[in-house]
């Protein structure tokens, strides 16, 4: 059966100028896939007749009249925007005319919208929110990326799960690694939430490391580290923020003179390798994780090159059917019904 993504196109800071050549280069890569644009009809068509291309015969075109705004509040957006591009795409996977919903719109309207259309699976207290970022060793999958600002051990033991099944998925890993995100490696540091954490993932079926440190997340020493939404999101914005600052000063010191000039187009090879392999664009698409139904979130400033990775992100968990993956080891760690 061919698999139906719906694209909120709508959602971002550039819409439809983004969402819809990323969508057409994704029907290119996988003749299986359909798509479902969702929003403003008549852009919809605008933008196809622009593009005139053979792939537009896999896309289903889906009116919704309303957008959410990127600063809209979650409940403005739940209460009053129920023709959204965005909820009409999480409707689609509720109806089961979509497998997977790909958005880059408000991620808190997102969040909160696809948490009341799917609600969660069972033994899953709160969504969590994961992505993978680069490390020495490939990507580590992070997790919460702030969706709960703080989470009980239960919760992290959850996330655990989760995301160990995320990065068997997209990291193709039969039995990947877990860390549990602290001050110190030894058992006896870090919080009591943390400590009683630490001994639950010690006694689960997980593959569990023990305690990691910050600097082990682009070390690569795990597949997976677990956290609450809190330290996660602040690690992920002071990454980005040093990979741009890392840009901004490599830039300015080949500038400098005319020998830093001549020595940066020697180096143009290795700095465009570099710069390839630390593009935030290739780490675009974090999912939603809990909830009965596949949902990621692009960022919304990416450009269609970042997008089509958004896309691919939903495509390889519908493929590995992750949904169905999270339940089953959920009852294997006997959580299901002990909510």
Do not use: W
Request: charged share 20%.
């Amino acid at each position: 059966m061919p698999q139906s993504i719906a694209i909120d196109i709508m959602g971002g800071d550039v819409g439809p100028n983004v969402t819809i050549p990323a969508a057409i280069e994704s029907l290119r890569i996988h003749p299986n896939l359909h798509i479902i644009l969702v929003g403003n009809e008549d852009i919809i068509k605008s933008q196809l007749l622009k593009l005139l291309d053979k792939e537009t015969s896999r896309i289903k075109i889906c009116h919704a009249s309303e957008v959410v705004l990127m600063d809209e509040s979650p409940q403005a957006a739940l209460k009053n925007k129920k023709d959204s591009s965005m909820r009409v795409a999480i409707n689609l996977i509720k109806s089961g005319e979509a497998s997977a919903c790909v958005s880059a719109g408000n991620t808190g309207a997102l969040m909160a919208t696809a948490r009341f259309v799917l609600k969660t699976l069972p033994g899953i207290d709160r969504p969590a929110i994961a992505s993978l970022l680069p490390s020495i060793k490939g990507t580590t999958c992070l997790l919460d990326l702030g969706a709960n600002v703080d989470s009980s051990p239960k919760q992290l033991l959850q996330f655990a799960i989760m995301g160990a099944i995320l990065s068997s998925v997209l990291k193709k890993e039969k039995n990947p690694s877990v860390g549990l995100l602290n001050i110190g490696s030894e058992d006896i540091k870090g919080s009591e939430v943390v400590k009683e954490a630490f001994k639950l993932l010690n006694s689960s079926h997980l593959n569990f490391y023990g305690n990691v440190e910050g600097n082990d997340i682009f070390k690569g020493t795990t597949d997976v580290v677990v956290c609450d939404g809190f330290v996660g999101n602040v690690s992920l914005k002071t990454t980005e923020g040093l990979a741009h600052m890392m840009g901004k000063l490599l830039s300015e010191e080949f500038k400098r003179n005319l020998l830093t000039r001549v020595m940066a187009l020697i180096a143009t090879p290795v700095l465009a390798a570099f710069k390839k392999r630390l593009d935030p664009r290739r780490y675009n698409g974090a999912s939603f994780l809990g909830l009965n139904g596949i949902v990621v979130k692009s960022h919304g400033g990416t450009d269609s090159y970042g997008f089509r990775f958004a896309i691919e992100t939903a495509v390889e968990e519908v493929e590995s059917d992750v949904v169905d993956k999270i339940r089953k080891q959920l009852e294997i760690e006997s959580l299901v019904g002990n909510n």
